[in-house]
């Protein structure tokens, strides 16, 4: 299991730890087509239903949206567009 370290985008948004919470995946896929084919680009996995979610702007939104939602990664999901 992958930990890395917060970054600016999600404290800017009030959230802030030392190390991601426990179960997150860090993922990096290569691109299979257009300009940028082969570049690889991240992915976090969530720890329950293993949603992926491919910028920090929608991990920020998703984290907002499960502290509202008490830990349900479900409920998190589904509303994390009312968050920003």
Do not use: C
Not at 46 to 55: D, E, G, T, V, Y
Not at 74 to 82: E, I, N, S, V
């Amino acid at each position: 299991e992958e930990l890395f370290p917060t970054n600016a985008s999600l404290q800017s948004r009030g959230i802030s730890f030392t190390y991601w919470p426990k179960g997150w995946v860090l993922q990096k896929r290569p691109r299979l087509s257009g300009t940028m084919a082969g570049k690889k680009e991240p992915y976090w996995i969530s720890p329950i239903h293993k949603f992926k979610l491919r910028s920090m702007k929608e991990v920020g939104r998703f984290f907002m949206a499960l502290q509202h939602y008490h830990g349900d990664e479900q409920l998190a999901k589904k509303h994390m567009k009312d968050f920003k």
